[in-house]
């Protein structure tokens, strides 16, 4: 069977620090692999998606960017992270137009 | 600009009542439509989909309404139960973006013994 797997689960950041985030797909291939954020209060934005390995794609400018090494793998970096980068933060897998099947989320606080 | 759109922020029933939640979209190359259900600090789990070539949906207590005339959709919860409260989120994909899920911004529903 498929499942997700995402890390950490929180963490506390400061200002300015790097960050990653990284998920990863076990039982299955070439999935399409997604990062979506959720502020408080609001919706799952789409950050980014990424069709195979080395492809990306950037729904929103920020600043934030990802990478897919591997291609069950996909990574989410920043070089400096903003107060307004808080935020719960979630991968996800699907094959197809069906429907995706998310991780448990990282809650990322940047103080 | 928010393409898929739940307007209502939050739903209270009783239990053992019917539950609607509703869900308006303005992309008309959405083709395929799905419910999530989140819990607090929790990812999303998949509840229900509908493709649009149907109108209706069933799974269990689960069912999806289609009309895409009126590019809206709607999932009814019969009977509600307290396990239910949760946010459910209406989430649609088509025409690009690798099927990439475009969500609402979802609906809290409370269901009262």
């Known amino acids: 069977s498929q499942t997700i797997h995402q890390w950490p689960a929180t963490l506390v950041q400061p200002v300015g620090s790097p960050l990653s985030l990284e998920c990863t797909v076990e039982g299955t291939s070439n999935p399409n692999l997604y990062w979506y954020r959720q502020a408080a209060g609001r919706g799952l934005q789409l950050l980014f998606y990424s069709v195979g390995i080395g492809q990306i794609s950037s729904e929103v400018p920020q600043n934030l960017s990802a990478s897919r090494p591997q291609d069950r793998q996909f990574i989410l970096s920043s070089k400096k992270l903003l107060l307004s980068d808080s935020g719960f933060y979630l991968c996800?897998?699907?094959?197809?137009?069906?429907?995706?099947?998310f991780g448990q989320g990282t809650r990322l606080t940047v103080v | 600009d928010q393409q898929v759109k739940q307007n209502s922020p939050s739903l209270s029933v009783q239990e053992g009542r019917i539950s609607i939640l509703n869900c308006d979209y303005t992309n008309s190359m959405f083709d395929y439509f799905l419910w999530y259900k989140k819990y607090p600090a929790e990812g999303p789990t998949f509840l229900i989909s509908i493709s649009s070539i149907k109108d209706k949906n069933e799974d269990g207590r689960f069912t999806v309404f289609l009309n895409k005339s009126a590019k809206h959709l709607s999932l009814h919860i019969v009977p509600s139960q307290p396990g239910d409260s949760a946010v459910y989120f209406c989430?649609?994909?088509?025409?690009?973006?690798?099927?990439?899920?475009?969500f609402g911004k979802g609906t809290s529903l409370l269901v009262t013994p």
């Open positions: 989430a649609a994909s088509g025409g690009g973006s690798g099927y990439a899920l475009n």
């Open positions: 996800a897998w699907s094959q197809g137009a069906t429907e995706a099947f």
